[in-house]
Structure formats: C-alpha cells, structure tokens
C-alpha cells in the first residue's frame, strides 16, 4: 500500500516555483516563502550547479517535485528511462510531493514540450489511471495528479473534468493537486463557472494549490482565449476564486508559478506574501 | 468522432495541416485557431529552449534567422527525451545541410561548442588531484602513470577559429584570424571555462581519454608538433580542475 504519511508533506504556506535565479535571495532572506517546487526535469543531468543548488536548498526547505515530462495521458507506454529517472530524484531527495500533470506530451518518440488534452473518456480513464499505478509503484509513493488549462473540447468526452479526476484518484489512491488559475482559464475558455468547478472538485483530496498568472487572446468569433502563460502576476478574479476554494476546502500548501519572463525574487515574494495572508485568513 | 495523438501531434507540427475534427469551442464549433495555441506553444517552447542552448549562434545569425531555422529544426527533430537539457543534439548536422545557412561554414562547429559546453555544465562532479601530487611525482614513474580526467571535461576541434569567433561574440574580444583551433572546456567550478589549445594540445588529450600512460600521450603529442608546450597544457588541466586520478600501475 501506499503509505501518504511516510513524507514529511508540504506546510500549509505559501511557496514558489524555483529559478536558479533566486538562489542568492532564498538563502540570504525568503520572506514568505517557506518551500520551493522544482521540476524534475531540470535535475536529472548528473552534477554540476543545478544539482548543487538542489542540496543546498534541501537542506533549508520542504521541496515539491513536478514532472512536466512523463507524459501520463499518452497512448503509449510510459518511457521506462524516464521513470527510473524520476524514481532516482525522489529517492536521493525525498521530496514532500511528486505531483504531475492530466496531460500527455510525449508521442511517436517525439516529446512535445507541452502539457497536451486528452478526452475524457472510459477508454482515457484506464489509461491514465494504469498509467499513475505504476509510476506510485516505481516511486512508491503517492502522487498529485493536476488538472489542465484547456482551450478546447473533445466532442468524445463523457466526463466532466472534476469527476474524471475525482474517478481517477478513487482508482489509483493518488492525491490531486488543484490548480486555480489552470479553472479559471479553462471556465473562461469553456464557458463554465469556476466557481461550480470548485464546487464539484474532490477538495478533501487536494494537497497543493497553484496560482499563477495568464494571458489574454481571443478565438475566431472575437470570444476571450486565456492563456495559461505563467509569465504574469496573479489576477484578482483568481485570487478571488483562491479565496472561495480555500472557504470550501480550507488552508493548503499554494505555490506561486511565474515560468517565462521571470521577475526578480521581491516581485515573487510579494505575490508569495499576498497567498500567505489569505492562508492566514482561512479558519483553522 | 475521436482524435488520437497521432493525429493531434501531425496537425500541430505542421500548420498547413487543418484542425482535426472533433476538437470544439465552448459551444460545440470547430475549434479553429484554438487549436493554435497548441501548436504556438509547441514551437515557442522549444524555438526559445534552441536560443538558450545555442547563443553564440543566435547572435551569429540574429534573432529572426534564428527563429526561422529553429522553426524547420524543431519539426524535423522534436526532442527525443524530456530532457530539454539535452535538445539541440542534432543541430550540428542539421546546420551542415541547410542551404540557407551554408554561406556561414563554421556555424557546425560552432554549434558543436555549445553542445560541448552545455554538456559540461552538466557531467558529473569530479574531485581534482592536488597539483602536488602531480608535481611531486619523480618524472619515470610520472610516465608511465595515466592521468584521469574530470567528466566535465570535453574536447572540440575545428578547422575554424571556434574559440576566437566565440571570444568575439560573447566577450567582444578582437575579430579572430582565420585558423583552425582545439578548444579545452573544463570546469573548475560550476561554468565551464574555454581554453585554446597549443599545437598538439588535442593529440595529449585524446590519448589521456583513451587512456594511455601520460609518456605515450606527450609523444604523440611531439610528434604532431615538436614544440609542444606541455606546461601550457597541464597548467590548463590543473587550473580548470580537470585531473581527478593519477594512476600508477
């Protein structure tokens, strides 16, 4: 069986995707932030800086590892190398959470570098969830499965997208990971109500929160397009659905996720310092 | 109607190609340019991983040569792994056939270099020799030991000036004159550091990476160039951290 309490988890606070950028500041002075998510991906060559950093950092916080890599919704198998690869980071490190992506990225050999939709079907459903069995047996540990920023339908899909994931993590014992910007461009792009998604989202299996900034487009009949672009600052209508799904569900880990056109650390740690005083505002 | 991921990947690689059907808007329409955010995603994601792994390049070219290029690159060779630490392998070979780009002979290895350097950044660690070891060793006994090289060492020769025209464009050193050159990228620290190598210099090294004991090495060496200047040579090793093992016997 899975064991979720052999970790050390997450701290119900605020934390930051890592960018080596930031080393100097974290070490000097993190502020608000009390732990780091890394993606696996930049941790796998065999030495060098970006290993070094990582144990340093380990030393001082809680870390998160996130695959963008694994390609979990693909129709083909799950690449063996990149499993044994993840299995390595996660057994030097002993992360407080390997969490992934409802995506897939890798076909035909060809990796994709983009967390790619799948429909929501039966036939996806076994997939997927054969999928997470054995990356937790390979890792032996639980693991949070995310949900996606969409910016279309498949006409095939049966399930909504909150019961998917919910029939997903009752199939496997995986943990999920919601993340609030990914709803609100999805609602946005889907024409749903994010709220209702919250609403039908399993909170009490949720042990991590993203926040994260998008941009505006629009589709061919002039309709706003988000896009998921992680290279803003967090907008008020997600901070305002943060509140609602932390009034539904309560305090969780919530990580700040700023990917492309990096700010400096203090820009980061403000938006770090915001998350941390809604934390604080939830009833314990 | 149902869209697997073969379609789905075809149709995103190749823009001339239309949207898969049974892909909708919120109402049920054809997704249309929808889908191009995926397939903008796609060749952002992996134009901007090229720009990073390859700068000498990208500044040799400019950005709008650059951008086009990756744009042909990337959908002939999509990264084989997650690893995007590791894309851009097969840029050397594919710069040897692209017409456009045939004017600029020394872009192959160049993006060799870069290749090397990026790889060095992220071998394994190695723990230097002390320089006394090296230097305390009686000069018979030196010459029949084998010296083993740090992982982070790599070794690229060219018969272009790859080190000048890197010099040139990353640290605005003088215009380099026309000369092939053996670069020697080692890694004291955690930046890989670019060293020319002396006439013979290559020789000495790749004879050390295949093993051979450091009295054979530094005679081929001499053989290829009389004078080759040995001190010049270690002192490279040693102040780029490169000597992990002296193996006697």
Redesign the interface.
């Known amino acids: 069986m899975l064991d979720a309490t052999r970790f050390t988890p997450l701290p119900p606070a605020a934390g930051i995707g890592y960018k080596p950028q930031h080393f100097a500041a974290l070490m000097q002075d993190p502020g608000s932030v009390k732990w780091l998510e890394i993606h696996a991906?930049?941790y796998?060559?065999?030495?060098?800086?970006?290993?070094?950093q990582l144990r340093h950092l380990a030393e001082r916080f809680a870390i998160s590892v996130h695959g963008?890599?694994?390609?979990i919704g693909?129709?083909t198998p799950l690449?063996p190398?990149?499993l044994a690869?993840l299995k390595h980071l996660c057994d030097w490190l002993q992360p407080a959470s390997f969490s992934e992506h409802l995506a897939?990225?890798?076909?035909?050999?060809?990796?994709?570098?983009?967390l790619?939709?799948l429909?929501y079907?039966d036939a996806t459903l076994t997939r997927v969830g054969d999928h997470i069995d054995q990356l937790q047996e390979v890792l032996g540990r639980q693991m949070l499965l995310e949900n996606p920023s969409s910016?279309?339908?498949?006409?095939?899909s049966t399930w909504s997208e909150p019961d998917f994931l919910r029939e997903i993590a009752r199939r496997t014992g995986c943990g999920l990971l919601l993340d609030v910007n990914n709803v609100f461009v999805s609602a946005t792009?889907?024409?749903?109500e994010p709220r209702a998604y919250v609403d039908a989202y399993p909170l009490d299996l949720v042990q991590e929160i993203h926040l994260g900034g998008h941009d505006e487009?629009e589709?061919?009949?002039g309709?706003p397009?988000l896009?998921d672009s992680h290279g803003a600052e967090i907008v008020d209508p997600v901070w305002a659905l943060y509140d609602y799904t932390l009034a539904q569900g309560g305090a969780r880990p919530t990580l700040i996720e700023w990917d492309n056109d990096v700010p400096d650390f203090p820009v980061l740690e403000a938006e770090a310092a915001r998350a941390a005083k809604h934390l604080q505002q939830v009833p314990a | 109607?149902?869209?697997?991921?073969?379609q789905?990947?075809t149709a995103?690689l190749d823009p001339a190609l239309p949207v898969p059907n049974?892909?909708?808007?919120?109402?049920?329409?054809p997704?249309?340019?929808?889908?191009n955010?995926?397939r903008n995603?796609?060749a952002v994601?992996?134009t901007e991983?090229m720009e990073a792994a390859f700068p000498v390049i990208l500044k040799l070219v400019g950005e709008e040569f650059f951008r086009a290029m990756a744009g042909v690159y990337l959908r002939i060779h999509?990264?084989?792994?997650?690893?995007?630490?590791h894309y851009g392998d097969a840029f050397p070979g594919f710069l040897e056939g692209f017409e456009p780009a045939q004017h600029l002979g020394y872009l192959p290895d160049i993006a060799r270099l870069e290749l090397a350097m990026r790889e060095s950044?992220?071998?394994?660690?190695g723990t230097p020799t002390e320089p006394a070891v090296l230097q305390s060793l009686p000069p018979d006994r030196l010459m029949t030991a084998r010296i083993i090289l740090a992982?982070?060492l790599r070794l690229v020769r060219s018969k272009w000036p790859i080190h000048g025209i890197w010099a040139f464009n990353m640290q605005g050193a003088p215009q380099p004159q026309m000369q092939g050159q053996d670069v020697l990228i080692t890694?004291p620290d955690?930046?890989p550091v670019l060293t020319p190598l002396p006439d013979g210099g290559a020789a000495f090294i790749i004879a050390l990476q295949q093993g051979q004991s450091f009295g054979t090495a530094l005679g081929l060496a001499t053989a290829q160039a009389a004078n080759f200047d040995l001190t010049t040579t270690l002192g490279t090793l040693i102040s780029g951290a490169a000597i992990t093992k002296i193996s006697e016997g």
């Open positions: 991906e930049n796998m060559g065999d030495g060098g800086r970006p290993l070094a963008v890599g694994l390609s693909g129709e690449d190398d990149h690869r897939w990225s890798t076909h035909d050999s060809a990796f994709l570098n983009d790619l939709p429909p079907t910016y279309l339908a498949f006409a095939e792009n889907l024409g749903f487009d589709d061919d009949h309709r397009l896009i | 109607m149902s869209v697997d991921q073969t789905f990947r995103m049974g892909l909708t808007d919120a109402l049920g329409a997704a249309g340019a929808r889908f955010v995926y995603n796609v994601s992996l991983a999509p990264p084989k792994s997650p690893l995007m630490m950044y992220h071998a394994a660690d992982p982070a890694r955690f930046d």
